[in-house]
Structure formats: C-alpha cells, structure tokens
C-alpha cells in the first residue's frame, strides 16, 4: 500500500479525495499497488465529513511520517506550499502539485531535488486542468521538434470574452457574470491581466524548448481593455477575439506572449467558448495537434492530480525524466515580433483614411454601422516597434488588437 498525504482541502484538494474514493479501483489497478489517503492536511475542521478522521494541522505530522510517500499539494500560492514542497521532496518523498505559481517560479529547484533524490515531482493539472498537455510534451511528443504552442490557457477570461461577444455586453458586465457564476475570483486581477495565462505558457515553454523561461521576462497584456465595441468590430470581420498564451520559435529565436488577439475561423481556437481551454502544438514531423477540455474546475483538475500520483506510485525510487533544464532560454524582444494590427480609430473614414494611410501605409478599412465617430482598419505586417512609432504619432488611436494569422 502506498500512503498519500493531501496538503489542502479546498475546491481541488476536496477533489483529489473524491477521485480516489470514487475511481479507487481502476486507480489502484493502473498503479499496480493500493493507494491509500493517510493525511489530510488544512487549517480548518470539517465536522460531519469523513475526512475529520485523517485531518492534521501540523505539517510535521507529514513530512516526519515515512510511510508517507507521496505528497500532494493543492494548496496554492507561493508560501507555505514552497517550504512544504521542499522539505517533501527533501524527505525523500515525492510531490504532486496544480501549483502553477510555484511551478512557474522554483520548477528548476524543485525538479533538481526530485531528481537527485531519484523521486518525482510532477506538476500536469498546474497547465489546462484536465488536459493532458505536460504528459504529451514530457513523452508522447518527445520525437517532435516543437516550435510553437499557443492556449487558451485561462477559463476566466475565455467565458467573459465568449460572453462579450455573444451579448454584446461591456467587460465589467461579463466580469460581474463570471463572479456570479463562481467563475472569477473576489479578486480577479490574475485571470483578466493575464498572470495566470502567463505562467502557463512560461511552464508549457519550458517543457517545449527544453530551457527555463521566465515568466517575469513574458510580454503580458490582459483583457481589460476589451469592450463591447472591439466585438462588433470582430464580428464584421468574421473573427473573435481571445486571450492568448503564445510561445513560437521564429528563426534562432522565441518569442513568448500573453495578450488578446482576433482569431479567424480557420483557427483551432475559434471555437473554444465559454470556461473551456485549447492547446495547439506545432511540430516539424507531427505538424498541428490540438488539445481541448475543461481548463478548470474540481473535478477535471483533480483527475490530472490523480493521473500524475498514479504515475508516481508506478515510478517510486526512479526519477521521470523531465525535458526542462536550467538553462535560460533568450526571449526576442516583443517589439522585434511581426504581424498585423487591428486598429480603432477616431474620426470617419471618409476624413481620416488618408491621415490612417499616412502613418501606417496601405491599410484595410472597415466601419460598423451603429459606431459613430470611429472606424477600423486592419495594417499590412510590420514590426510592434514599428507599429508602436507610428502610432504615438497621433492621439486618435482608440484601441489595438493583434491578428493571429
């Protein structure tokens, strides 16, 4: 029998002991021992639920126990789960976390010490909640050369956005939605600026490329900017606008990005609506793949916590191998990236195209009938710091979006 210990008994935490509980057979089965819930770690009491009976709340009871081979944590944020991590891993034992913040700031160290232990430390549910994206980077697309990835790495973002486009309704309007719904946090600051898509694609691009990526040297631009105007605008051209989590090998060079973009219906992401997430990869010999599912939620992301604990009871006192080392992978600077701009500007196209064509060269123009005093236009490709230039040329600028080709 394998003793587990469960650091956190929140929405994922609940999950992960109900997975085990419900699927406990097939589980024990695919990992070929029984796996057994010994601790059950959290500040709290719950009176009533049968988890009372393991619940500790000295951490000590944990990591001093060793009959307690895998720790899981699904507690979130940077500290505790940090120093309780390290120590586990430290003790010899092997960690399991959805932690995208601790993955995206210690991976490399955590990694390390899982590594001269000759234990694990795996981290799938932290990127896309139940999609199996580490797991096909780590192993399945291993022959591949990847030089691209780009997400819908955030549910939050993407149900507004879907709600925006639909209803027509400003971006406070959707967030108010998203939080009644129980889809947006009290706080919401790192779903709608784009943190949290951030240190997905920091994670995802370590693994692609084989070089750490740091996720504060990531160009990030969140959704709050976008209005209901900018969906009109979309909807003319037959296009939606996303938040996307890109990293792409252009030449010798990456660029790595997290920002909205329009999206065309020839792209694999067009239709991923409300809170679900896609992942497209780009290799030189599969060419595209595509990976979809629920992005969040108690259940999905705590079946990706089980699949990662079953590997790690079939791999006990042997390290799995991960593709992400320490040294740093160089970032091109976003402002050397090209593509095209969708551009909001004040004014009618009747007395502005020829100021717009001035500035940015031949242009494509568009009006929306209902939108007055503004109109749109669609730039050939061009540098973002040369979009940037010409652009501080003038204070009629309304907006700008980015096309994804």
Not at 133 to 161: C, P, Q
Not at 189 to 203: H, M
């Amino acid at each position: 029998m394998i003793q587990i210990a469960v650091l956190g008994y929140g929405t994922v935490g609940s999950g992960v002991v109900e997975v085990i509980e419900t699927n406990h057979k097939s589980i024990n089965k695919n990992a070929g021992e029984d796996i057994n819930i010994k601790y059950v770690l959290d500040l709290r009491d719950f009176p009533g639920d049968p988890v009372q009976k393991i619940l500790v709340h000295d951490y000590e009871e944990i990591v001093n126990d060793p009959e307690v081979k895998i720790v899981v944590e699904v507690m979130g944020g940077i500290e505790p789960a940090y120093t309780f991590v390290k120590r586990a891993l430290n003790a010899g034992k092997s960690v399991v976390t959805s932690n995208k913040a601790l993955v995206a700031k210690h991976g490399i160290e955590l990694l390390q010490i899982a590594k001269d232990k000759n234990i694990n430390f795996l981290f799938e549910a932290s990127c896309g909640g139940g999609i199996p994206i580490i797991r096909a980077l780590n192993s399945s697309l291993t022959a591949d050369e990847i030089d691209e990835i780009t997400g819908i790495l955030n549910g939050t973002t993407n149900y507004m956005m879907y709600r925006m486009d639909v209803e027509g309704c400003q971006f406070e309007d959707a967030l108010k939605e998203a939080k009644e719904k129980g889809y947006a946090e009290a706080d919401p600051t790192d779903d709608i600026e784009g943190y949290d898509a951030c240190r997905k694609i920091a994670i995802l691009s370590s693994l692609a490329f084989g070089q750490f990526v740091n996720y504060e040297e990531v160009y990030t631009e969140g959704i709050t900017k976008i209005t209901a105007e900018d969906m009109k605008y979309a909807k003319a051209m037959g296009r939606t606008i996303k938040l996307l989590a890109s990293s792409k090998k252009v030449g010798d060079d990456f660029y790595v990005m997290t920002a909205p973009f329009l999206l065309g219906p020839n792209s694999p992401l067009f239709s991923v609506n409300d809170v679900f997430n896609g992942i497209f990869v780009h290799g030189n010999v599969l060419g595209d793949a595509m990976f979809y599912g629920s992005g969040a939620g108690k259940l999905p992301t705590a079946s990706a916590v089980v699949a990662d604990v079953v590997d790690e009871a079939k791999h006990l006192n042997r390290n799995i191998m991960m593709n992400w080392s320490s040294k740093k992978l160089e970032i091109m600077d976003v402002n050397d990236a090209e593509g095209r701009f969708f551009v909001r500007m004040k004014g009618n196209l009747a007395d502005d195209l020829a100021k717009a064509e001035e500035l940015f060269g031949k242009v494509e123009p568009l009006e929306v009938p209902g939108l007055e005093g503004e109109f749109g236009f669609v730039t050939s490709t061009m540098k973002e710091g040369e979009y940037h230039k010409k652009a501080e040329q003038t204070d009629k600028i309304l907006g700008m979006i980015r096309i994804k080709e």
